[in-house]
């Protein structure tokens, strides 16, 4: 890893120093490269064999070249911003050029830097710059070119000479000399106003006192007279209820339903959801409201028309029907006394919109052949699935005919479709 910080002089830059301290040549120092190069992995030997950086993001030519009376060094410095720039950089190297007094171009020293200075693309308003000093020691400064540039930023090392000479100590004395002293910032006891004359005076101060008998307190029981208002309503700490006073107690109307007691109305009610009934008894009265079950079990007990369409013949009247769950049957009647214009073999009673499979039929009825009256026979009438099925002769004349009593079909089912 390369020395960080330090000027590392190439071995191109060693060999011209040889030259000009053996008087065979002169030097210029050409320019400062300010680049983005990152040279922190090689070592010093590496540094050294370098003969060129790049990129070269920021060009300083002709830098200011001096000469330290005191130390003997060279110091070669420049100041680099950011106004070529279009895209921020972090100088990670800096590198020194140098020319002979042929005009031949050398690298002749890099510095490499671990915490690199980041410049920003120029905004066009305010450059941002760097500067850096390269120092070197060469013998034969007589055949150094010097220069000092103008337009080089002010560094703090300027200023601290700049600002010279510096206020001696005996001056600093002096005017030490001339502060005050505490003795100088205390008066005497009689310039001092002491307790009675301030009691005197404050004595002479016409003010009205409070009132205390119109003052709130807060604590103690007492009445504040005439009316008050408040932005925001008293609350009682105890219960962080606000106060009820006597400035208005709230009433409440006198058709406000009580949940704490029966309630009759007299007008007719309307809700925006149905009211929920909390008891459920069997006996609850002839005034109770019937509830959801109620009426359902109601309608499951009850009397339907069967649905005909998709029976064969034609029926004079409506058939009736009503569920039997317990016993998984279905009760069927007639309010006629005849059915015509059944064809044998096609559907008689079609319960496909009730069961699922119909698992037996009896009942009473009666089948009249050419006029002949006889009792409705198991040959008669058959069942597939949830159709029930009659079958008779091929005589056009044959139709099913009730007797007197009202004839009815027991049909058994396996379950429900709904």
Do not use: C
Not at 60 to 85: K, Q, S
Not at 110 to 134: H, R
Not at 179 to 184: E, H, N, Y
Not at 400 to 417: A, C, R
């Amino acid at each position: 890893m390369a020395t960080p910080n330090v000027g590392i002089l190439t071995n191109a830059g060693k060999n011209l120093i040889d030259q000009v301290n053996a008087g065979q040549t002169k030097i210029t120092f050409s320019k400062i490269i300010f680049s983005s190069m990152d040279n922190n992995q090689l070592t010093d030997d590496q540094i050294k064999a370098l003969t060129t950086v790049a990129p070269q993001e920021i060009v300083v030519n002709n830098p200011e070249v001096t000469l330290d009376n005191n130390t003997g060094e060279t110091r070669i410095r420049a100041t680099g911003n950011n106004e070529a720039l279009t895209d921020g950089a972090y100088v990670k190297t800096y590198a020194v050029y140098a020319k002979d007094d042929s005009g031949n171009e050398i690298l002749y020293g890099i510095t490499v830097s671990p915490n690199p200075n980041y410049l920003p693309e120029y905004d066009g308003v305010t450059p941002q710059a760097v500067t850096y000093s390269y120092k070197v020691n060469i013998s034969n400064t007589s055949n150094i070119t010097f220069t000092n540039s103008n337009d080089v930023y002010v560094s703090d090392t300027d200023l601290a000479e700049a600002l010279q000479p510096y206020a001696k100590t005996v001056d600093v004395n002096q005017q030490l000399d001339k502060k005050v002293s505490i003795a100088d910032m205390r008066k005497p006891a009689s310039d001092v106003a002491g307790i009675e004359e301030v009691n005197a005076k404050q004595d002479a101060i016409v003010y009205t006192p409070a009132d205390d008998s119109k003052v709130v307190h807060n604590t103690g029981d007492e009445e504040v007279a005439g009316q008050k208002t408040f932005d925001v309503a008293p609350i009682d700490k105890t219960t962080g209820n606000p106060y009820i006073t006597k400035d208005g107690v709230p009433s409440i109307p006198s058709d406000v339903a009580r949940t704490g007691q029966s309630q009759v109305f007299t007008a007719a009610q309307t809700f925006s959801s149905a009211p929920t009934v909390t008891d459920t008894t069997s006996s609850k009265g002839d005034n109770q409201v019937a509830l959801m079950g109620d009426l359902k079990s109601v309608e499951a007990s009850a009397w339907h028309q069967l649905d005909l369409s998709n029976s064969a013949g034609s029926f004079k009247d409506i058939l009736l029907y009503k569920i039997d769950k317990d016993n998984n049957n279905i009760l069927i009647i007639a309010n006629s006394k005849k059915f015509e214009s059944i064809d044998g073999g096609k559907p008689f009673i079609d319960l496909s919109n009730l069961i699922n499979n119909v698992t037996s039929v009896k009942g009473k009825a009666f089948v009249s052949y050419s006029g002949d009256s006889s009792d409705l026979k198991s040959s008669d009438l058959s069942f597939s699935n949830n159709i029930i099925i009659l079958y008779r002769p091929s005589d056009s004349n044959t139709v099913l005919t009730v007797g007197e009593n009202t004839p009815y079909l027991i049909v058994g089912y396996d379950s429900l479709v709904n």
